[in-house]
């Protein structure tokens, strides 16, 4: 069912980095963001795949892990992303695409979830750098999102948001981690 689909489909951040993912299985989930809507059909945004265990761990050296949690520097050597779909915005075709790569970004969480896998999306990534490790062409690419995917390893509950209105996710000592979400009552308008 989507619901449980998408209730799964939460931020991991944890992996079990020996199950690889293949080139194919990612090709599968960006030909599910290729059939999403695309303001004005523009479909300016191109997808680079990573897989390969050192162009992971380039990847991984330009991203920004969990800003909510400053004692913690990211996923140890064995728990990293074992796959990276990186979202470009082809200039060529059109600029400012932030609408369609949210919503290429989900499908493709979804479809990765639906797979057995994982993952999340990262904005805090050093571009400059990562489009100089991938041979990225800057001047005609501009690096959206990344979005880093692997077994997940981790437990994610949601919880509600507290009295104090924080919407700070957390982890406990088990390292289990929290995310508070409003209710559905309180986004009506
Ligand atoms: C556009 C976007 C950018 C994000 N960037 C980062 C990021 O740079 N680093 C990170 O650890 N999480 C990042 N996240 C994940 C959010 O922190 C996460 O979605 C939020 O905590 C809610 O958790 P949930 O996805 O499990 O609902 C990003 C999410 C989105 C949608």
Not at 47 to 73: I, K, M, N, Q, S
Request: hydrophobic share 35%; proline share 4%.
């Amino acid at each position: 069912m989507l619901k449980d689909l998408v209730y799964k489909c939460r931020s991991y951040r944890r992996f079990y980095e020996n199950i690889r993912i293949s080139e194919e299985e990612l090709k599968d989930l960006v030909d599910l963001a290729r059939m999403t809507a695309s303001t004005a059909n523009s479909q300016a945004l191109k997808y680079h795949l990573v897989t390969r265990p050192e162009e992971c761990a380039a990847v991984f050296g330009t991203l920004g892990w969990a800003g909510a949690l400053p004692d913690w520097d990211g996923p140890e050597e064995g728990e990293r992303p074992s796959a990276y779909i990186i979202v470009l915005c082809d200039n060529t075709l059109g600029k400012n695409k932030q609408t369609d790569v949210g919503i290429t970004s989900q499908t493709m969480m979804l479809g990765a979830v639906e797979m057995g896998y994982g993952g999340c999306m990262l904005g805090n990534v050093r571009r400059t750098e990562l489009a100089k490790h991938l041979s990225i062409d800057s001047e005609r690419f501009t690096i959206e999102l990344v979005l880093a995917l692997g077994k997940p390893k981790e437990t994610v509950k949601i919880v509600d948001i507290p009295e104090n209105g924080s919407v700070k996710y957390y982890r406990d000592q088990d390292q289990v981690h929290y995310v508070p979400k409003r209710h559905l009552e309180d986004i009506l308008v």
